[in-house]
């Protein structure tokens, strides 16, 4: 049985879910990544970043799964940092999809445009709607 999970503070407060890779996630990832959550914070963001904020030691993912999609439930706006390959990030994505949320590209210069159908061009013109 999956468990309600009370994830922010129901508070008046601006909220975020940051969507970036956690498992393909280098140390140079980190610190770029962190910057941005740090200056989203100091403007007032309340910021759920998976990698700090969902505990990642559900050994199948199902339960970060649905941590992550309570937290995108409740947050105001969603920031996708694009990582090729990162299979949770396509996850959340679809998450973000199914609940008609805003999405913000973080990282857009990270994404380039292709000639065929891709997840980087549903990405790009899904943040544009």
């Given at each position: 049985?999956i468990?309600?999970?009370v994830?922010m503070?129901?508070?008046k ?15 140079a ?10 200056g989203?914070?100091a ?5 759920h970043?998976?990698?700090?904020d969902?505990a990642?030691?559900?050994?199948v993912?199902i ?6 999609l ?6 105001h706006e969603v920031h996708?940092?694009?990582k ?12 973000v ?5 805003k999405?913000v590209?973080a990282?857009?210069d990270a994404i380039?445009r292709?000639?065929h ?12 709607k």
């Amino acid at each position: 049985m999956i468990k309600k999970v009370v994830l922010m503070n129901v508070v008046k407060t601006k909220r975020i879910f940051l969507i970036s890779p956690v498992r393909m996630m280098t140390d140079a990832d980190r610190v770029e990544i962190a910057a941005y959550v740090r200056g989203l914070e100091a403007d007032g963001w309340t910021v759920h970043w998976p990698e700090r904020d969902t505990a990642q030691t559900d050994l199948v993912g199902i339960e970060i799964c649905h941590i992550n999609l309570c937290a995108i439930d409740v947050a105001h706006e969603v920031h996708f940092w694009h990582k090729t390959g990162s299979q949770g990030s396509i996850f959340d994505f679809g998450m973000v999809f199914a609940l008609g949320k805003k999405i913000v590209i973080a990282n857009p210069d990270a994404i380039q445009r292709t000639p065929h159908k891709s997840f980087e061009n549903v990405l790009l013109a899904y943040a544009c709607k």
